[in-house]
């Protein structure tokens, strides 16, 4: 998490999945900022009752309330684009630097678990008898409140099976291999044309899986159709052209 190693769609993208859509809204390149503020209900339903849950840890955790005040300022600011200006007229002058200074990290650097170390300047100014350690029960916080809920809730989204993410895929796949079908004389070799003598009907009843496998045989056929046309452009010739007359010579003299 703080070093951007999650699962995330663009991580895994980057490394041969299939897509980087997010599995709660279906918006390509899913990154770990994108989750914090991603419009799916589930996830924006679960972000307030995070900062509930984030508020009442804090003051049992015995925070001062001022403190309590920026931190839940900054997931609102991070989780729900709320502008802090509207508030920060009323803050004493130790909550707009501790916030300046957050601020030059990254508002959102802070719910991965990077705080300023002025955070514990402040705390001790509150008088707390161990600001190092209470600096670090709100990293923990962080992790465990607010990070993990949300991680495990978009991966529950991800396995079910209204996943818009999937859904989107299968749309997209299907419509490649409908391309194929509309243009299998100009992308692939005769001998190949057979491949795409399904009906819309049955390509319209294809699950992912199904829709993927048939794409790839599709996208090898015309790999190799873009490879012989390239050989005969150049004066080669393709062994192909010698088997399809084998094969008429046999046709003809079983006839």
């Not at 599995?23 to 209900?41: I, K, M, Q, R, S």
Request: net charge positive; hydrophobic share 40%; glycine share 4%.
């Amino acid at each position: 998490m703080m070093v951007r190693w999650l699962p995330i769609g663009a991580h895994c993208h980057h490394h041969g999945a299939h897509n980087s859509y997010c599995p709660g809204c279906g918006e390509p390149g899913e990154t770990f900022e994108h989750l914090l503020t991603c419009p799916n209900a589930d996830l924006t339903a679960l972000r307030q009752e995070i900062r509930k849950k984030v508020r009442r840890i804090l003051r049992q955790e015995k925070f001062p309330w001022r403190v309590i005040q920026i931190v839940d300022m900054i997931l609102r600011t991070v989780m729900h684009h709320e502008k802090p200006e509207d508030f920060q007229a009323q803050w004493l002058y130790t909550q707009k630097w501790i916030w300046e200074k957050q601020q030059q990290i990254g508002l959102m650097e802070m719910i991965k678990g990077w705080i300023t170390k002025a955070w514990v300047q402040v705390l001790a100014e509150y008088d707390d008898t161990d600001p190092a350690g209470q600096a670090a029960k709100l990293v923990t916080v962080m992790w465990e409140v607010v990070c993990e809920p949300i991680w495990e809730m978009r991966n529950n989204i991800l396995a079910g099976s209204d996943n818009p993410t999937v859904l989107k895929e299968t749309r997209t796949l299907r419509e490649k291999v409908l391309w194929y079908k509309r243009f299998s004389r100009q992308v692939l070799a005769q001998r190949h044309w057979k491949l795409t003598e399904f009906s819309i009907e049955d390509a319209a009843r294809w699950d992912r899986a199904r829709c993927r496998k048939e794409l790839r045989t599709l996208d090898a056929a015309k790999e190799v159709y873009e490879i012989e046309c390239k050989m005969r452009m150049s004066g080669q010739r393709v062994i192909t052209d010698w088997l399809e007359k084998e094969v008429r010579l046999v046709h003809d003299t079983a006839d």
